[in-house]
């Protein structure tokens, strides 16, 4: 066993005595480094989330392989068992829930093991294959250090937590192709089936100073062909990490199975590149084996993104059980490298806390994705099953705001809330011109933040605030006009999030694509202790943050509806919910419940 596991063990008992709760340590085997288990949780942890998904400690990043099996709920992700920042072995562990909500951890699923992955198992997805099989496939960095795509099978189907994985013995099945570095071929996405029943499967790359999703094709989903082309690329794009392709239908918010072609669907393409996730909406041609996009990436502010924080390498998957596309996104800290390896953990820590006791990065709450009515873009919304954390709701109808205004949203838990607001503005006319040279937006809401005052704007939300303001996260909007209409701006300023000064306090911000004139300003906002997931326009635009203040945590935390423009907003509906803890790293299942 190693050193440092033995040393966490043996001091269990004198932490139980100074409020720190030991969660589940009954893995503590000899080859304990590689197993699912719980480990030392400080009893208060001011910035560890409540209903956010992560594991008991050390690093996470990219969501992989989520599907739906006989009736279950599965995450996989990628996972370091041995420190706080990304690692030379890194693996697939394992969760699973009934509900999208509460999670039980599992053994992990994939393990460098085998000459074809030996140095790590990176990102993958899964796809169920007809007769309800799920298959994974997934990178693995082989002994040579290449990406190289492998294929894993559940070892019992009749087991719907599919505890144990086997790797195929004819691993790998996919090889960088001439013209690729060992280094730029990694993340296959879910495989899909066309008319002739053929498999599909692309798998992100970066050859010729273009960014693209390298086709293959198979009869049998081992014999892997590449195709003659990608099925896109682009030249305004870095390396294509984690991409993602996938159907949304037309008429409906209903998602649709990976491997649907009709005319009631269009795709859509992800990649993950530039520290986020951007996608096209477009038309695939499966005579041709393109896919041809609306409009093209432009490597700038315009390109679409799923959000305009902090979120990357995205994976969606359909859900049989509701006929909803999921997704999940990875959230990473805003803290410095140097304060994760002092502490052990890629986070922050109350300054009372052993500085070796572990957290990490998160994922986002699960979202249902699917196309807007006009087409153009995609829409988000946190799962349903979300709601049934909610509790102490707070209403408010019909509050003008005046200029200047700002009053307290009281009665829940402000630390761990989820507030629904919408916005009338009754003199719209008077809205400010924009000016033409404005085009990154988040640019405009770094300059424009929430303390400098314009016409209308900004007004919003306050969260996570001390009750001086001495620190706050600003999820606000303002509204110009200009030759085209209305522009709505949404942003999260969080330059006076905290009052520690080495985190990345980023500005964030994006434009809305709603007619204020027709239609209410919306924002939902989901808070939990150094999260803060936005929704603006109802789920067309979304920023994710996180914050980690000194002083406005836990019960010291408040949250504030706030207008500093110079006209009057209305505030129509405000909703306002308390959010109760979710199960999270149960062990041995939901029953379990001592050792959530």
Known sequence: MDLSLLLLFGLSCILLSNGIKVEDCDHLTDNTSFQSFQVLVPAEQPYRTAYHFQPPQNWLNDPNGPMYYEGIYHLFYQYNPHGALFGDSMLWAHSASYDLVNWFSLDHALIPSEPFDINSCWSGSVTILPGNKPVIL????????????????????????????IKYSGNPLMTPPDGVEGDNFRDPTTAWQGPDKTWRVV???????????????????????????????????????????????????????????????????????????????????????????????????????????????????????????????WVNESDSTEDDIEKGWSGLQKQTDPQWLLDNPLQSVPRQIWLDKTG??????????????????????????????????????????????????????????????WVDPQLICDREDASVTGTFGPFGLLALATKDLTEQTAIFFRVFTGQKGYRVLMCSDQKRSSLRNELDKTTYGAFVEID?????????????HSIIESFGGNGKTCITTRVYPKLAVNNEAHLYAFNNGTLSVTISRLNAWSMNKARINCRGGLENTASC
């Not at 693995?140 to 009749?158: C, F, Y």
């Not at 989903?221 to 690329?233: C, G, I, M, N, R």
């Open 203 to 329: 798998v992100g790359s970066w050859s010729n100073n273009q960014g693209m999703a390298i086709l293959y094709q198979s009869d049998d989903f081992v014999h892997w062909t590449k195709y003659q082309d990608p099925l896109y690329s682009s030249i305004k794009t870095g390396m294509w990490e984690c991409p993602d392709f996938f159907p949304v239908s037309i008429n409906s918010t209903n998602g649709v199975d990976a491997s649907v072609k009709n005319p009631s669907v269009r795709h859509v393409m992800k990649a993950s590149f530039n520290s986020h996730d951007y996608y096209i909406v477009g038309t695939y041609v499966t005579e041709l084996e393109k896919f041809l996009p609306d409009t093209d990436f432009t490597g700038t502010s315009l390109d679409l993104r799923y959000d305009y924080g902090k979120f990357y390498a995205s994976k969606t998957f359909f859900d049989s059980k509701k006929n909803r596309r999921i997704m999940w996104g």
């Open 138 to 165: 997934y990178t693995g960095i082989d002994a040579n250090n290449n990406q190289v795509q492998n294929l894993a099978t559940p070892k019992n189907l009749s087991d719907p937590l599919l505890i144990e994985w």
């Open 376 to 437: 153009k873009q995609l829409v988000q919304w946190p799962v349903e099953e979300i709601n049934s954390l909610r509790d102490n709701q707070v209403s408010i109808y019909g509050k003008q705001l005046e200029s200047g205004s700002i009053f307290e949203v009281s009665g829940i838990t402000a630390s761990r809330a989820d507030i629904e607001i919408m916005f009338e503005l009754p003199e719209l006319e008077e809205a400010e011109f924009m000016n033409s040279s």
């Open 516 to 528: 204020p004139s027709q239609e209410m300003i919306s924002l939902r906002s989901l808070i939990d």
